[in-house]
């Protein structure tokens, strides 16, 4: 099976895919894009990305690639984030600081405390990051002490996030719809009628009047207009339950698009 | 009168404060948080920041300032952003290219495909991007027009944003409430009961029924737990406006904390 996922080895994309599926060949992608795409365009069979983390917020680039591809979301993974310091060089060297910036997101007040001075640069992925280091002693990368290993960086400092209930969340894509497990979660994306008052109360109602449980609401801009927005929506329950088929029926009347991004077993919350 | 931005000169932040005060002297901070903090610091009579933008959505740094500081949202502008490629060098110079995240998140599909080979760094502002381009003829920056001018870089590719339609909303924080003036919105924060189904359907129902239009809704990590959430709502109608009162008397019974970022006359919609 092949799982695709951020590369280059070392990210925390990866110590989600070993938890997700350990014995999956891993196929490294450059960018969360093409990650989320891995699937839709044949090159993996499932393909693992990280959609929130609960400091820094959604991963908008997952997000808007959510609504353009057909294959369903099957499998979700928390994993606790802990993110380390490392370079070849020393504490004292440090010049430049290089992450993804998620990474970077989580870490702001530390790095704004300690090393004011730095200069801050963003990569593609905490991999990335530090196999840049690799080259640069007075350059450090913040990113997971599996990198650090792998890239031959020593880790100055471990857990500097800056909150310390740091997680993120993947999902996972895959070709096949799961089955009902009675402990699911099903992920919608809708585009309502802005002009309408009210239209989001009554679309949430829906859920609210069949005690369906709404987990997360997160919206995202349409990109056509200021003000203009997607919502993305998860909620208990698999879409071929009663109550939530129900549902999802009543609301396709009352929006322009609704799109179930899937219906999976729920990770347990962190 | 003092109002504090983002620097140095050469910002969106900076076309936006001279659209909201043309007599205003300008106070060119640090970055987002500290002009965001201006005012409740004493350093600033008011402060102008970004909050979200129509193609990469709202601004982290911003939102999670608010939840502090004391100082109320006094008005918005809405500025269309129109995103340059310049450099001392030519096209076929750059190796690398430096905006704000913001800024090279709106023009993301332009650089993957005109630059796939670039190093991206980010800096803490568009304008402080354009300043460091002064010194390196390999090296391009993202952002206004203003910014190459003021930094003598010539402008290589002029509109490189992805999306055509692109807005940034700003907000000014002040200190002292603005009065009604029958075209106002209202800005809210709140963190409800998440234990409790139902509980954001419950809350926006008291919006609802008093046909009271809800024109933003936006989550933000508590960063306490993955799936745990501040709500920012923006609603049409002043603080002091009959219904509206009654309603957020109303939800004040119905979440943890709710507070009010404040009343202000609406900009028009772009």
Redesign the interface.
């Known amino acids: 099976m092949k799982l695709g996922l951020l590369g280059p080895e070392g990210t925390f994309s990866e110590m989600a895919a070993k938890k997700w599926s350990p014995g999956a060949q891993l196929i490294f992608m450059d960018d969360m894009e093409c990650a989320t795409r891995a699937v839709d365009d044949g090159s993996c069979d499932e393909s693992i990305v990280p959609i ?6 959604p991963v ?2 997952v997000m808007d690639a959510l609504l353009e591809i057909r294959s369903p979301i099957v499998g979700e993974e ?1 994993l606790p984030v802990r993110q380390c310091l490392m370079s070849r060089g020393s504490l004292k060297d440090i010049k430049i600081i290089i992450s993804h ?1 998620q990474g ?2 989580q870490c ?1 007040h530390y790095i704004h405390e300690h090393f004011p001075k730095a ?5 593609g992925s905490t991999s990335h990051a530090a196999r840049l280091a690799q080259e640069f002693p007075e350059m450090a990368a913040i990113g997971c002490s599996e990198s650090a290993q792998k890239y031959g960086l020593k880790v100055l400092r471990e857990g500097i996030q800056d ?1 310390a ?1 740091n ?1 993120t ?1 993947f999902i996972v894509l895959g070709r096949h719809k799961p089955s009902p497990t009675g402990h699911d979660k099903t992920s919608l994306a809708v585009y309502l009628d802005r002009d309408r ?2 239209a ?3 679309f ?2 829906e ?2 009047r069949r ?11 349409s ?7 997607w919502f993305f929506i998860d909620v208990e329950g698999h879409e071929k339950d009663l109550e939530l088929r129900e549902a999802i029926s009543a609301l396709k009347d009352k929006c322009t698009t609704l799109k179930v991004l899937g219906s999976y077993p729920r990770a347990d ?2």
């Open positions: 929130e983390n609960s400091v820094e917020g908008g680039v928390v910036p970077l997101g702001r200069e801050v640069r963003t990569t909150y209930a997680y969340r008052p009210g989001l109360y009554d949430l109602g859920f609210a005690s369906i449980n709404m987990t997360r609401i997160e919206s995202r801009p990109k056509k207009l200021l003000g203009d927005y919350r962190a």
